[in-house]
């Protein structure tokens, strides 16, 4: 790792903003963006903004013969090693070198087999200076990453679960009432997780009980793979999720007690059906997981219900969890099954509460949104 200069800290501060244009258009791609400069004045810039588009190191080498400026001699800042290898681009190492990039500064590394450490190689041995941040940016660029950094290196998406409690710990509200615990602004900003992440999951519960779409309804959003954890294939043909299937696709992960007739029929309406042949609830969830993975999804929303989130927990399959505590008291949960608290998850006794599954988080922040707070957690970083 190399000391930057405070000026080198700045340009790939302003790389990581870029990169973000991306989100929610690039996946499978990691977000990735990249500034030129020379005699400390910016002469290119650009980010990876849609899958199948410019990286972000040819995006900001065509931005400098936009500019009418020469690359030559200037010094690349990119949030990601640039690429060797042939995919839905060419390589990037061949652009900064034909470009003439004299100096490239590297805030992360790609962890995925067909990188790793490639391109700084071919760069330096084409005479170019290259140089790996560390500290402060070198954290921002690989935490900008984790879905591509963990499906790099598991094959597996990253898992962000979603909850919305009462103060009292309720995570459904009663029989009758609005279904809603979290407010207007903090459901709008679960509409824009949906389309940047791949996938969203539910349990068959939640789906029976709220028969919902699971689209993300943010202006110009990509729409996530549907995914209902439904060990019977109990999902009525005329759900919501089925009657959608036009708008995103469904996958149903059922067992091997799932009624033959119901999987057929499912299939027939266009869902797509995985057996997952496990007993054991965490070996189907990670089975579902790579299934998953293999078709380039490298990160999924989790909404719920309750018995999901806690075999996710139980087989180390949530990564990050997002929760909204609401300015509400719901009182104890009623004789319904749909009913639940997230805090008192039907346990019974002491030893049930000595092995229930506890996430330790790495690092945690608290925001409000409208008069919800949110709570973030990351629980691994990879």
């Given at each position: ?179 809603w615990i979290s407010g207007e602004r903090s459901r709008e900003l679960v509409h824009r997780w949906r389309g940047e992440l791949d996938a969203i999951a539910v349990g068959i519960g939640t789906a029976l009980a709220d028969d ?36 995103a696709p469904l996958t149903i992960v059922a067992g091997p007690e799932a009624p033959p007739e119901r999987v057929a029929a499912l299939r027939e309406a266009g869902v797509e059906v995985f057996l997952a042949e496990a007993v ?24 719920g219900g309750r018995t999901l989130v806690a075999a996710f927990a139980a087989c180390g399959q949530v990564d990050e969890s997002r929760t909204f505590v609401a300015p509400m008291l719901l009182g104890p949960p009623d004789s ?47």
């Open positions: 790792m190399t000391t930057l200069t405070d000026i080198d800290r700045e340009h790939l501060r302003h790389a990581l903003a870029l990169a973000e244009g991306g989100r929610g258009r690039v996946s499978p791609n990691p977000l990735v963006g990249a500034v030129v400069v020379r005699g400390g004045k910016v002469i290119g810039e650009g980010f990876h903004a849609e899958l199948g588009g410019l990286h972000a190191e040819r995006a900001a080498l065509a931005d400098c013969g936009r500019r009418g400026e020469e690359p030559g001699g200037a010094t690349m800042y990119v949030t990601l090693e640039p690429c060797a290898h042939q995919g839905r681009q060419p390589p990037c190492t061949e652009a900064i070198l034909a470009a003439g990039i004299g100096r490239v500064v590297i805030a992360s590394e790609d962890p995925s087999e067909k990188a790793a450490g490639r391109g700084p190689g071919i760069l330096r041995d084409g005479g170019v200076e290259v140089e790996a941040a560390a500290g402060a940016e070198a954290a921002a660029a690989r935490l900008l990453n984790q879905p591509f950094r963990k499906h790099a290196r598991t094959g597996l998406p990253l898992v962000v679960l979603k909850l919305a409690m009462s103060l009292d710990g309720q995570i459904t509200t009663p029989a009758g009432s609005s279904p919902p779409l699971l689209t993300a309804r943010a202006p110009g959003a990509r729409q996530p793979h549907r995914v209902v954890f439904d060990s019977a294939a109990r999902l009525p043909l005329g759900s919501r999720l089925v009657g959608s299937i036009e708008q054991d609830p965490g070996e189907r969830i990670l089975a579902a997981l790579a299934t998953l993975g293999r078709r380039e999804v490298t990160s999924l929303l989790l909404e319904s099954p749909n009913r639940s608290s997230f805090v008192n998850q039907r346990v019974t006794n002491d030893e049930r509460t000595g092995t229930a599954p506890r996430l330790e988080a790495l690092a945690t922040a608290t925001e409000r949104v409208g008069e919800d707070t949110l709570i973030t957690a990351r629980y691994r970083e990879w």
